[in-house]
């Protein structure tokens, strides 16, 4: 199974300023020219959120705040400026290989 | 607006059964595959069976391979996760999940606890 890491587990950022939140998959993610790795976000008590597809797509809807990059092993999600909704915890998850998997979640507080 | 709408969950001992129930609105249910992911209590999240827009492939992971079979009733717009021999680490809320385009998991339900224990 393909395991990724998310790091840091947990960080405080103040308003304003930039989040980044990293993925390291244990081998590559990339197939046919996408990388398949996807991020989430999950408030308490509501489910995950698509945020962004295949590494770098914004989903509709959600804010341009947000954005992802990498390939092969190494992603990146980075959230800039940080907003007071932006509170939450974040999961990476690859759909390359079967079982799809998911990071181990970052919980994101807001200073 | 894509609507999932989980049920059946509930408090099971050990080596006991439970079936969970989707029904979805708001799209052409029949055209999507669909999935069940589960959130155990220190929050991981874990896909635990998918099934194609015409019921006729299904995938597992081996932690629940034999154990779960995942259904769907097109005319009904209804996803089922029948659950058996089920573990106390089976314990989770239990979302359902559409998939989009080039997205695995598009869409989630709120979710349906799974509690398993004497």
Redo the contacts between chains.
């Keep these: 199974n393909i395991v990724l890491t998310q790091s840091p587990a947990s960080l405080a950022v103040s308003l304003g300023q930039r989040a980044t939140i990293s993925c390291r998959a244990s081998e590559s993610v990339d197939s046919y020219g996408?990388s398949f790795m996807?991020w989430?976000q999950q408030k308490p008590g509501?489910?995950?959120?698509?945020l962004i597809?295949?590494a770098s797509?914004l989903?509709s809807g959600v804010p341009a705040r947000f954005s992802g990059s990498g390939s092969r092993t190494d992603f990146t999600l980075t959230i800039d400026p940080v907003e007071a909704d932006d509170a939450a915890?974040y999961?990476c998850?690859q759909?390359n290989e079967?079982?799809?998997?998911?990071g181990?979640?970052t919980k994101l507080e807001i200073k | 607006e894509v609507q999932l709408v989980e049920s059946g969950g509930g408090l099971v001992q050990p080596g006991g059964s439970l079936k969970l129930s989707c029904a979805a609105s708001g799209f052409t249910f029949s055209s999507y595959g669909m999935s069940w992911v589960r959130q155990t209590p220190d929050?991981?999240?874990?896909?635990v069976a998918?099934i194609n827009s015409n019921g006729g492939s299904t995938?597992y992971?081996?932690s629940v391979k034999g154990r779960f079979t995942i259904s769907r009733d097109n005319a009904k717009n209804t996803l089922y996760l029948q659950m058996s021999s089920l573990k106390s680490e089976d314990t989770a809320m239990y979302?359902c999940a559409r998939e989009?385009l080039?997205?695995?998991?598009?869409y989630?339900?709120?979710?349906t606890l799974v509690t398993v224990s004497a």
């Design positions: 996408n996807h989430y509501q489910p995950p959120k698509l597809y295949l797509n989903e915890t999961y998850q759909n079967d079982p799809f998997t998911f181990s979640g | 929050k991981r999240l874990e896909l998918t995938y992971p081996d979302y989009g080039r997205r695995p998991f598009a989630w339900g709120q979710g």
